[in-house]
């Protein structure tokens, strides 16, 4: 009898490691993966100090009934995300939970969104890699910053692209849209997105698609808060912090050599990089039209870590899905590049954005720090070297799959042609 009892757990057992497999690799199961992991490091880190205190003076802001662009400078976005920070600053005030948990959700559950886009439309692999990727961990549960969420509405709009639905180009107008009115660096990405629409009549329509949530949320916001010509010129001077990219180093040559004219050469510099990436996010669509828009959208956002005058760390997670979407093997070798190089500058400049930083910054902080100058430079040069593999490869990738209906009614993309990835 005992015998039949220890042959029968056995059995059961083995269902439960046979069941608990098969999970793990379900949409369900990488999505709990995905928010524990991001759970895990939201409880161990109080965030990056300055954009959290910046979280608090933007809810400030709301319950004064001042006008955030006039109330303070730190506040680069259009007017959406200061109705969160309210919100989560009012639920802690009642609720007691902290307000740096409650202010990193929407990005948390962006990065789910992400996962499930990708299992749904790609592979167990591509989800599992974004599920469990470091970079988007510490960018969205460490740092606090809410790219995540913003890159989830550009991967929506990516698989609503993709469908062979002929509405499909509204739908992803309208999430690219959702993405430009959280931050406005997703509008280098609508050139892409409206040129491989063959239609001028819904090209048309679809760029009104995806400007509409950034208009609405300016009428909205001026509604309450009136309407001040800071709320655009925020958004147009905005230059990122010099954290990572070439602008990191101009200071330190420019200082050596001639002082004075680090405003002037700056200006110039800058102004010189921001033409070039207007110029690359409007040219390359037009240029290799037969790319899809998955690899467009790369390679534009690999020349924005290139050329940009400032490279935010939480700018760092842009590429992972869509690296991911076309070559898997690149997005590792990218994952493993950047998350050294965005740990160093954590753990070097804001150690509360990594579980526990602040012991490792007092092991040596000036070796931290001179350890990021020498990363840094590595980070970039792998960069531009990703970067020029994906425009000079003519190597194919996947592009859009279109029913015969859709185009027939002159209404989807037509039919990319079938690509593979470049080797790196």
Known sequence: MQKYIAWGEAMQMQGLLMYLRRYSTSL???????????????FLTPGLEYDIASYHIQAQSVFAHRNIYLFTSRYPYPPVWVWWVALAQWLSETTALPFVWLVKVPAILGDSLIVA????????????????NPISILVTA?????????IALAVLAWACWRSPNPAGVYWAALALGGAIALKGYPVLLLPALLLVIPSARRRLIA???????????????????GLEGAMISR????????????????PLFIDAF????????????????????LLLAYLLPRRRPTWPLERLWL???????????????????????????LDLKQGWWYTAVSTLGTWIFYVATNPGAVPWGQNQQDLNPTLWFQSFVVINLACWFFWLALWRRWIRSDKQVSGRSNSSAAV?????????????????
């Open 408 to 424: 027939a009614a002159g209404s989807a993309l037509p039919e990319a042609q079938q690509q593979t990835t470049p080797a790196i």
């Open 299 to 325: 390679v534009i956002l690999l020349g924005f870590y290139v050329l940009a005058p400032g490279v935010s760390a939480q700018y760092l997670l842009w590429v992972l899905p869509f690296l991911a979407l």
């Open 258 to 277: 001639w002082p004075a004219a680090f405003p002037v050469v700056m200006l110039i510099l800058a102004l010189a990089a921001r033409i070039a990436l």
């Open 207 to 225: 760029g009104a698609l995806a400007l509409a949530p950034l208009l609405v949320s300016f009428v909205v916001y001026s509604a309450f808060f």
């Open 28 to 42: 369900g199961g990488l999505v709990l993966l995905a928010l524990c992991l991001r759970l895990v490091v939201l």
């Open 142 to 150: 460490g740092h606090g910053q809410f790219d995540g969420l913003v």
């Open 235 to 250: 958004l147009l001077i905005y230059n990122s912090p010099l954290d990572f990219g070439w602008s990191f180093y101009v």
């Open 117 to 132: 886009l990708l299992y749904r439309y790609k592979s167990v692999g591509v989800a599992f890699f974004y599920a469990v």
